[in-house]
């Protein structure tokens, strides 16, 4: 980090395939200062397995809608698990964001499937933020013209 204190973890680019594979054989499991260290080769994001990932429990939630306050965001992510921790935050531009913190990995995972790129406004904050060329007269207003 800025203070030289480690951060725990490494990236070693070697030229020649070999050379990695030589590190990876003597360096894999070693003892350094107290820790055993896993050396093993890059793998692409979407090349790892999935299992790996399947022990979040933390989820950063953005997009969160204007109406929502921490109960809310506490009442929608309970649905699927025990949340241990919630917290309704603002970035310095006012965009709206949240940590949720489930007690068990299954739960946040359920919590993505359901609710990735899933539009949580109301069908009135979602109209109130479209163009003028997309808002609809509403039906009272229509009727009366008629």
């Given amino acids: 980090d800025d203070n030289g204190k480690s951060k725990g973890y490494g990236f ?13 054989l003597k360096v894999n499991g070693m003892k350094i200062a107290d820790s055993t260290v896993f050396v093993g080769p890059f793998i692409k994001r979407e090349e790892r397995d999935d299992t ?31 949340v241990s921790s919630s917290v309704l935050l603002n970035t310095d531009d ?40 997309e808002k609809k007269e509403a039906p009272e207003e229509k009727e009366e013209k008629e």
């Fill in 12 to 24: 070693v680019h070697y030229e020649k395939e070999e050379a990695a594979k030589e590190a990876i």
């Fill in 52 to 82: 790996i990932n399947e022990t979040f429990t933390n989820l950063y939630v953005r997009n969160m809608p204007p109406s929502w306050d921490d109960a809310k965001v506490a009442e929608i992510f309970g649905d699927f698990g025990e």
């Fill in 94 to 133: 006012g965009k709206r964001f949240a940590l949720v913190n489930f007690k068990q990995p299954e739960a946040a995972k359920a919590a993505v499937e359901a609710l990735h790129k899933k539009d949580m406004r109301s069908e009135l904050e979602k109209a109130d933020e479209a163009p003028e060329s």
